[in-house]
């Protein structure tokens, strides 16, 4: 079945659950009426839909190949790619003072997520030059802003981040890479960085990477690292590509998905280099590439999840084995009671993974839009949750998809597997979904909970005003938040941040289904007697309940994980 980018979807969450009107009502977005909105979305899904999806299978039967130095990508990426930046769809939020559309990170979100479940190994170069962009709007001279900007956000120029080191993975803080002045206020960047998206292409001209190294007088750790603009090629008087820096692609990752996707070891030898913010304020501006990132990140779960699903759905319909257990059945597999459990499972994570993402990013958009902290405080609190339950549901609506195509899903040919494997890396990069969950344990609870406890008032709030339509799903919601609440007072009285650690990934678990909780109630509330509000009751039913083993797990503290001693492992 080809892709079909659910346009439906996002128009119901912007208006009815999200509130992306409270963002176009700002001053800041006041151009971005519903209909504008509606347009935009209405014409990247078709984008999505008539040229990117089609290049998804190639990408994997035919990855991008390092021959001769040279990194060509996969037929028909070059050409999907053009369109994508001739559309602008690279800079959908990005600031129009310098070419950018200006508008929501929610819509940009919704983009994402369609551009991911039509092909993911593609959507990962504007999504890393997307971060980029955000990071030189914040942290970078109007020299570099001038210079850059224009290029990126027109797609002429792409974006790469340059973290990883063989020996520095989540433990930044370890990196080798060294940046030494140049006298002229440019640096010598020397180092090798590993599992670098789009780090070497042939789809734009210029390849813009953003590396963090460390200067002679840097201190040991994260607070002595610097970030640099390290250009493939240096751009020349007029600002086009000029003489090649000294870098160079040494190797691709031979990868388990994202066959499509270049991912280079790259090496820099005395490269030439632009710092971008201050001496020793690198992890501050990298911080503002990876938290786009990791919103980005949740969404490319997302729409791998629904391009999944539609393919297990489509085969679900059509393939007929045993008869029907029901009457006036089809005779497919869609029939049996199982498969239509797993086909609702899928459907539903999906609308309350999409949920929280764009809710999410309208939290950015508000904070950006407003200055309020609370509002800051909510993109903070989400942002985690948003990534690793997005990725999660990847994964395991891919995983469910193979399930569902039974032995021909184990079968590279129908095309089920592709999306499990692709999917896999995504709760590993931009941070793994364990330092994610201790990240909203720890950081995001520095303030005693108040932000989740905010938004828990909200959730009991609305689902108070439901009793009386819709006893039935508005009970559970509301028992669930409070259970979450009790395990959030549990997770503040802990001093020691391990005995949260201990349970902070089952704890993000059981926040996400709450929050799951919410939105389809909210769905279930907005259209009473429609396939939304069954779709609600069969998650509000079966999937909810899970928050109480989760959250059960999430207070049982360190003690018993630690009581089992490495021999014991091994036993």
Known sequence: M?????????????????????????????????????????????????????????????????????????????????????????SVSASPEFGGMGLPQAVATAVNDMMSGANLALQLCPLLTQGQIEALEHHASDEIKELYLPKLISGEWTGTMNLTEPQAGSDVGALRSKAEPNGDGTYKISGQKIYITWGDHDVAENICHLVLARLPDGAPGTKGISLFMVPKFIPDENGKPGVANSLRCVSLEHKMGLHGSPTAVMQYDEATGWLVGSENGGMKAMFTMMNNARLGVGAQGIGIAEASYQHALAYAMDRTQGASPIENGTGAIIDHADVRRMLASMKADIFAARAIALACAVAIDMASATGKPEWSARAALLTPVAKAFGTDVGCEVANTGVQIHGGMGFVEETGAAQFLRDVRVTPIYEGTNGIQAMDLVARKMMDGGDAIFALLDEIEGFAEQAREKMPELAEPVWQASETLRETVEWMVAQGNLNERFAGSVPFLRGFARVLGGYYHLQAAMQEPDSARARLARFYITRLLPEHTGVLAHARCGAEDLYALSPDDLAA
């Open 2 to 90: 080809p892709y079909r980018a659910p346009v439906s979807d996002f128009t119901f969450l912007f208006n009815q659950i999200v509130g992306l009107n409270d963002v176009t009502a700002t001053e800041r977005f006041e151009d971005a009426t519903a209909d504008v909105i509606e347009a935009i979305i209405a014409e990247a899904g078709k984008l999505c839909d008539e040229v990117v999806a089609p290049t998804n299978r190639q990408g994997d039967l035919t990855p991008a190949v390092l021959e001769n130095g040279v990194v060509r990508a996969s037929p028909g990426f070059g050409e999907a790619y053009k369109a994508i930046a001739e559309g602008g769809w690279v």
